[in-house]
């Protein structure tokens, strides 16, 4: 709905399309969109102006109660209709603002974003920050999880799964499963998945994300990935959030469940979401220059910056336990803070398929899909600026085969942390870079340290685990 840009364009949509139901929507501070609902007669010119009030204490990570009132400001432009509810419903995207003040909210992770892009530009080194995220995910057909006093454990199924080539009680079974790491680009009958992906495909370009690909990945059981075209900062943080409330819905309808857990099954490969970046000035890409890999010296700079914040990154754009059973070394997994162009073990690859100057980008191969957006896009883009503006150095490439490296040199190349709590403490140690421009906050910082630790590493750490008991009952 790009033509859609003002109060008076929503009011118009929804008398035209006979729009029954306006649904708000924003994010929480860990990364799960909310939302609630009022009847479209209800909804006027003015309300995108002072905005619709509700209680953010009830909000993860947000007020505390005696300071519970806040407001949502629905965005004009964001607004898409509905593909899943019965009744018409246009959906919008929503700021947070202070009812008090008139401020925007500095937890609101939408408002960061925004900060961000505003930070670019009045840095003067660009307009524009380009963000190509591929977020993989598993499609599953079951899933059953508990955990309390007495016991612990998961269990996963897919039709899909490797460990069902014996499976007895499917109506017939045809023997056509995924191999564990061989489900990259196999056709069907062994991709099972296809329609349902490019159900996912064709509804997302629908309601205006702009789709490249579709296609199985690496693991079994139903790995996926869907491919969007790259766009601003926090257009492309809105359009993932699109992406995942999709691709989980269009699942349900099947009977399936989706997950972006980056590491749900053990032994085979997990679900990253390599994300690529690219400044943007009056038109043209900076990042374009006869430099290595064919990158300027302002693109190497910003890759400088990615890596030497990189673990601070991390604790937005791997911000879960589960993250780190993915970022694991020995494997492909992205854990070494070195550029290369072709090794995919290296935290940062620049993609060589074409030599068009437009297409100059680097991808920084850490991320995974388990992430807020809008703070994961932010504390990217931070560091690229960062390095940019101190002309730090990206180090020598990478491009010798990982595995055939002796050790002595290999523990010279620095690596991503080895838990969320380590990336946590990074983050404490290394935030200055995120404060420029009142983008993150100290209270931010702190609040997302806090939450994390408490809530996760803490938690998880009390826990016993399923397999410490076949590692110890016996003893």
Same mark, same amino acid.
């Given at each position: 709905?790009?033509?859609?840009?003002?109060?008076?364009?929503?009011?118009?949509?929804?008398?035209?399309?006979?729009?029954?139901?306006?649904?708000?929507?924003?994010?929480?501070?860990?990364?799960?969109?909310?939302?609630?609902?009022?009847?479209?007669?209800?909804?006027?010119?003015?309300?995108?102006?002072?905005?619709?009030?509700?209680?953010?204490?009830?909000?993860?990570?947000?007020?505390?109660?005696?300071?519970?009132?806040?407001?949502?400001?629905?965005?004009?432009?964001?607004?898409?209709?509905?593909?899943?509810?019965?009744?018409?419903?246009?959906?919008?995207?929503?700021?947070?603002?202070?009812?008090?003040?008139?401020?925007?909210?500095?937890?609101?992770?939408?408002?960061?974003?925004?900060?961000?892009?505003?930070?670019?530009?009045?840095?003067?080194?660009?307009?524009?920050?380009?963000?190509?995220?591929?977020?993989?995910?598993?499609?599953?057909?079951?899933?059953?999880?508990?955990?309390?006093?007495?016991?612990?454990?998961?269990?996963?199924?897919?039709?899909?799964?490797?460990?069902?080539?014996?499976?007895?009680?499917?109506?017939?079974?045809?023997?056509?499963?995924?191999?564990?790491?061989?489900?990259?680009?196999?056709?069907?009958?062994?991709?099972?998945?296809?329609?349902?992906?490019?159900?996912?495909?064709?509804?997302?370009?629908?309601? @205006?994300?702009?789709?490249? +690909?579709? &296609?199985?990945?690496?693991?079994?059981?139903?790995? *996926?990935?869907?491919?969007?075209? $790259? %766009?601003?900062?926090?257009?492309?943080?809105?359009?993932?959030?699109?992406?995942?409330?999709?691709?989980?819905?269009?699942?349900?309808?099947?009977?399936?469940?989706?997950?972006?857990?980056?590491?749900?099954?053990?032994?085979?490969?997990?679900?990253?979401?390599?994300?690529?970046?690219?400044?943007?000035?009056?038109?043209?890409?900076?990042?374009?220059?006869?430099?290595?890999? @064919?990158?300027?010296?302002? +693109?190497? &700079?910003?890759?400088?910056?990615?890596?030497?914040? *990189?673990?601070?990154?991390?604790? $937005? %754009?791997?911000?879960?336990?589960?993250?780190?059973?993915?970022?694991?070394?020995?494997?492909?997994?992205?854990?070494?803070?070195?550029?290369?162009?072709?090794?995919?073990?290296?935290?940062?690859?620049?993609?060589?398929?074409?030599?068009?100057?437009?297409?100059?980008?680097?991808?920084?191969?850490?991320?995974?899909?388990?992430?807020?957006?809008?703070?994961?896009?932010?504390?990217?883009?931070?560091?690229?600026?960062?390095?940019?503006?101190?002309?730090?150095?990206?180090?020598?490439?990478?491009?010798?085969?990982?595995?055939?490296?002796?050790?002595?040199?290999?523990?010279?190349?620095?690596?991503?942390?080895?838990?969320?709590?380590?990336?946590?403490?990074?983050?404490?140690?290394?935030?200055?870079?995120?404060?420029?421009?009142?983008?993150?906050?100290?209270?931010?910082?702190?609040?997302?340290?806090?939450?994390?630790?408490?809530?996760?590493?803490?938690?998880?750490?009390?826990?016993?685990?399923?397999?410490?008991?076949?590692?110890?009952?016996?003893?």
């Amino acid at each position: 709905m790009s033509d859609i840009k003002t109060a008076k364009d929503i009011m118009a949509l929804i008398a035209k399309e006979k729009i029954q139901v306006v649904d708000f929507r924003f994010m929480d501070f860990p990364g799960l969109w909310q939302h609630f609902s009022i009847p479209a007669t209800e909804l006027e010119e003015d309300t995108f102006e002072s905005g619709l009030g509700f209680d953010g204490s009830s909000i993860r990570g947000w007020q505390a109660i005696n300071e519970s009132d806040m407001l949502v400001k629905p965005v004009p432009e964001t607004a898409f209709i509905d593909p899943f509810f019965n009744h018409k419903t246009l959906n919008l995207i929503c700021n947070i603002c202070d009812p008090i003040t008139g401020e925007d909210y500095t937890r609101d992770p939408r408002n960061i974003a925004r900060k961000t892009e505003a930070y670019v530009k009045s840095t003067g080194i660009a307009d524009t920050i380009f963000i190509g995220p591929e977020a993989e995910f598993f499609i599953f057909d079951d899933i059953r999880f508990d955990q309390n006093q007495h016991e612990g454990y998961y269990h996963i199924d897919s039709n899909e799964g490797a460990w069902n080539t014996g499976k007895k009680d499917e109506p017939t079974n045809l023997g056509y499963k995924i191999k564990y790491k061989e489900g990259y680009f196999p056709v069907p009958p062994n991709d099972s998945l296809q329609d349902i992906r490019s159900e996912m495909m064709l509804i997302l370009e629908e309601i @205006g994300v702009k789709i490249e +690909a579709q &296609h199985h990945e690496v693991a079994t059981a139903g790995q *996926a990935e869907i491919d969007m075209r $790259f %766009s601003p900062l926090l257009e492309m943080a809105d359009k993932l959030l699109k992406y995942k409330y999709v691709i989980k819905n269009v699942a349900k309808k099947y009977g399936k469940t989706v997950t972006f857990m980056p590491k749900p099954l053990y032994g085979d490969n997990g679900s990253g979401m390599h994300t690529h970046l690219s400044l943007w000035k009056s038109g043209a890409n900076t990042f374009a220059g006869d430099g290595y890999g @064919g990158l300027s010296e302002t +693109a190497l &700079h910003a890759i400088g910056g990615i890596l030497k914040h *990189a673990p601070a990154i991390l604790a $937005f %754009s791997n911000p879960t336990t589960n993250s780190y059973k993915r970022l694991v070394p020995g494997y492909e997994a992205p854990v070494n803070l070195a550029l290369s162009t072709r090794n995919r073990s290296a935290a940062v690859r620049i993609p060589m398929y074409s030599n068009n100057p437009k297409a100059k980008r680097f991808e920084f191969r850490c991320p995974d899909p388990s992430c807020n957006p809008y703070l994961a896009f932010s504390a990217m883009t931070m560091a690229v600026i960062d390095g940019i503006q101190n002309k730090l150095s990206p180090g020598q490439p990478l491009d010798k085969n990982i595995y055939d490296l002796p050790p002595e040199e290999l523990k010279s190349v620095p690596k991503t942390p080895g838990s969320l709590g380590e990336s946590l403490q990074a983050l404490a140690e290394d935030h200055e870079f995120l404060l420029k421009g009142d983008v993150f906050t100290k209270d931010v910082i702190e609040t997302w340290i806090n939450y994390k630790m408490e809530n996760e590493v803490e938690a998880m750490a009390l826990r016993p685990h399923p397999y410490e008991f076949a590692l110890y009952y016996d003893m």
